[in-house]
C-alpha cells in the first residue's frame, strides 16, 4: 500500500540524454475532478488538455484508495494494487480507452471509460482512482563540457500524475455522518480543530465543511473551507488562523453539507446539514 499526501503525485525521473531540448513542466489539465458511473448506463469519460507547449505522453490506470487520517489528524490517500477482497474496489473491472495517447499542443482527448461489472455485482457504491500520467520533455539541470568532447546534459524527465476519484453506484445508495463533538486547541498563532466523523449507509460522503472562530460579540475573526471525502471513519485536524491581539473568549463553528461544486446536483447524495459549536480551550 503506499499513502499520497494528496491528490497529485509529481515524479521525476533521472535521465541522461544527449540532443534533448529542455521544457517547461508539462500541462495536462483533467476534467472532472470527481467521476460518477452508475450500473445503468455502464460508462463515463474524462477530458484532457494538454495547455503545454510540446506534444505530452498520457497513461490511464486504476487503483484502489481512499482518505485516511493518522493520530496528528493529517489527511493522505491510501493507494492500493491488491485491495482486501471485502473492499467495495471498482479498479479491477472498470477500464479506459485508450489507456496510452499522445496528445498535442492545445488538443483535447476524451478518454471513455466502461464498467466490466456483471450483473451479479451487488448493490452498493464501488471506488477506484484514476492515475493520469503525463510524461513531458526534459528539464536541464546542468551542462558539462570537456576539451575535444561533446557536451553532456544532465536533466531529468519529468512525469506528473494526476489521481482523481471515480465513484461507480449500482442500486440504492446512502450516505450520512455520525459527527462526534469537536475539540480545539491554541497551537502557535491558529486554532487547531478535530473533529471525529463516522460514515453511514453505503456510499462516501462528499461534502463541504465550513469553519469560523467567532469572538464574544458575534464577529468572526477568522473562517477556512475544505472539500471532504469521507469514505470510512476519519478524525481530522484543520486550522484557522488567530490574531493574538483579539480578546475572547472565542467559539468555534463547525458545518457540514453536501454542496461541493465538484459534485453535480444530480447526483449528490440527500445529506442534512450539521451545525456545531465549541468553545476554544485556552
Same mark, same amino acid.
Given at each position: 500500500m503506499?499513502?499520497?499526501?494528496?491528490?497529485s503525485?509529481f515524479?521525476?525521473?533521472?535521465?541522461v540524454a544527449?540532443?534533448?531540448a529542455?521544457t517547461?513542466?508539462?500541462?495536462?489539465?483533467?476534467a472532472p475532478?470527481v467521476v460518477?458511473?452508475?450500473?445503468?448506463t455502464?460508462?463515463?469519460?474524462?477530458?484532457l488538455v494538454n495547455t503545454?507547449?510540446?506534444?505530452t505522453?498520457?497513461?490511464i490506470g486504476?487503483?484502489?484508495g481512499?482518505?485516511?487520517?493518522?493520530?496528528?489528524?493529517?489527511?493522505?490517500?491510501?493507494m492500493?494494487?491488491?485491495p482486501d477482497?471485502s473492499?467495495?474496489?471498482a479498479?479491477?473491472w472498470?477500464?479506459a480507452?485508450p489507456?496510452h495517447?499522445?496528445?498535442?499542443?492545445?488538443?483535447?482527448?476524451i478518454?471513455?471509460?466502461?464498467?466490466k461489472?456483471?450483473?451479479?455485482?451487488?448493490?452498493?457504491?464501488?471506488?477506484t /482512482?484514476?492515475?493520469?500520467? +503525463?510524461?513531458g520533455g526534459?528539464?536541464k #539541470? !546542468?551542462? &558539462?563540457?570537456a576539451?575535444? $568532447?561533446?557536451?553532456?546534459?544532465v536533466?531529468?524527465?519529468?512525469?506528473v500524475?494526476?489521481?482523481i476519484?471515480?465513484?461507480?453506484?449500482?442500486g440504492a445508495v446512502t450516505t450520512?455522518?455520525?459527527v462526534?463533538?469537536p475539540s480545539?486547541?491554541?497551537v502557535n498563532?491558529s486554532v487547531e480543530v478535530?473533529?471525529?466523523?463516522k /460514515?453511514q449507509?453505503?456510499? +462516501?460522503?462528499?461534502g463541504?465543511?465550513? #469553519? !469560523?472562530? &467567532?469572538?464574544?460579540?458575534g $464577529?468572526?475573526?477568522?473562517?477556512?473551507?475544505h472539500q471532504?471525502?469521507?469514505?470510512?471513519?476519519?478524525?481530522?485536524?484543520?486550522?484557522?488562523?488567530?490574531?493574538r491581539t483579539?480578546?475572547?473568549?472565542?467559539t468555534?463553528r463547525?458545518t457540514l453539507?453536501n454542496?461541493r461544486?465538484d459534485?453535480?446536483?444530480?447526483?449528490?447524495?440527500p445529506?442534512?446539514?450539521?451545525?456545531?459549536?465549541?468553545a476554544?480551550?485556552?
Amino acid at each position: 500500500m503506499t499513502l499520497l499526501r494528496s491528490t497529485s503525485l509529481f515524479v521525476l525521473l533521472a535521465a541522461v540524454a544527449p540532443g534533448w531540448a529542455p521544457t517547461r513542466a508539462q500541462a495536462v489539465l483533467v476534467a472532472p475532478t470527481v467521476v460518477f458511473m452508475d450500473h445503468q448506463t455502464r460508462s463515463g469519460s474524462i477530458e484532457l488538455v494538454n495547455t503545454g507547449a510540446e506534444a505530452t505522453e498520457v497513461t490511464i490506470g486504476t487503483l484502489f484508495g481512499y482518505p485516511v487520517t493518522d493520530s496528528a489528524g493529517r489527511i493522505s490517500v491510501m493507494m492500493s494494487d491488491h485491495p482486501d477482497p471485502s473492499q467495495p474496489s471498482a479498479a479491477d473491472w472498470v477500464v479506459a480507452y485508450p489507456t496510452h495517447v499522445v496528445i498535442r499542443p492545445g488538443a483535447h482527448q476524451i478518454i471513455r471509460l466502461l464498467s466490466k461489472a456483471t450483473s451479479a455485482l451487488p448493490d452498493g457504491e464501488y471506488w477506484t /482512482r484514476l492515475v493520469i500520467s +503525463a510524461k513531458g520533455g526534459a528539464v536541464k #539541470l !546542468s551542462e &558539462v563540457r570537456a576539451a575535444d $568532447t561533446a557536451a553532456i546534459r544532465v536533466g531529468v524527465s519529468l512525469e506528473v500524475r494526476t489521481i482523481i476519484a471515480l465513484l461507480y453506484r449500482k442500486g440504492a445508495v446512502t450516505t450520512g455522518l455520525v459527527v462526534g463533538a469537536p475539540s480545539t486547541r491554541i497551537v502557535n498563532d491558529s486554532v487547531e480543530v478535530r473533529l471525529p466523523l463516522k /460514515r453511514q449507509g453505503n456510499a +462516501a460522503f462528499l461534502g463541504m465543511l465550513r #469553519l !469560523s472562530l &467567532v469572538d464574544a460579540n458575534g $464577529t468572526e475573526v477568522s473562517r477556512a473551507e475544505h472539500q471532504t471525502a469521507v469514505y470510512y471513519d476519519l478524525n481530522p485536524a484543520w486550522r484557522l488562523p488567530l490574531d493574538r491581539t483579539r480578546k475572547g473568549p472565542f467559539t468555534v463553528r463547525v458545518t457540514l453539507d453536501n454542496a461541493r461544486d465538484d459534485v453535480p446536483s444530480r447526483v449528490r447524495l440527500p445529506f442534512a446539514p450539521v451545525d456545531k459549536t465549541v468553545a476554544l480551550t485556552p
